[in-house]
């Protein structure tokens, strides 16, 4: 009679961790990459620069501006011109929440044509 009762309270521990193991769920961005290979000439009038400097002020034309204009700007420049492509230099020191907010701002805004770079003179 105790085997069985060990068994069974092993089988029902398996399945308790199996549906325990269901409920973890990942979150994190997805992103589109381009094509290996893949080439997209950008002209000057489709680029909006921003930068996130080492205190983590979002910059803009050397202008200092919050998500919410960035957001503002981005949507301007994309009722002219769906193509914008947006590039967002970042200082190394900068906190990594900023730079995650930034692109989490692009991703909803759908912008197709996303980089950044880190500026190492910057750093230096």
């Known amino acids: 009679m105790e085997l069985v009762v060990a068994s069974d309270l092993a089988f029902l521990l398996i399945v308790y961790f199996i549906v325990i193991a269901g409920f973890n769920i990942n979150t994190g961005f997805i992103v589109n ?5 893949s080439v997209r000439q950008v002209l000057p009038e489709e680029l909006l620069r921003f930068e996130l400097d080492a205190e983590g002020r979002l910059l803009h034309r050397d202008r200092d501006i919050d998500l919410a204009e960035a957001g503002e700007l981005i949507g301007g420049a994309r009722e002219g011109n769906a193509d914008i492509a947006v590039l967002l230099t970042v200082n190394p020191l900068t906190g990594w929440q900023e730079v ?7 991703q909803n805004m759908r912008i197709q044509a996303f980089s950044f770079v880190i500026d190492k003179e910057a750093g230096q």
């Open 33 to 37: 990459l381009p094509a290996r290979n």
């Open 100 to 106: 995650v907010s930034f692109v989490e701002l692009a």
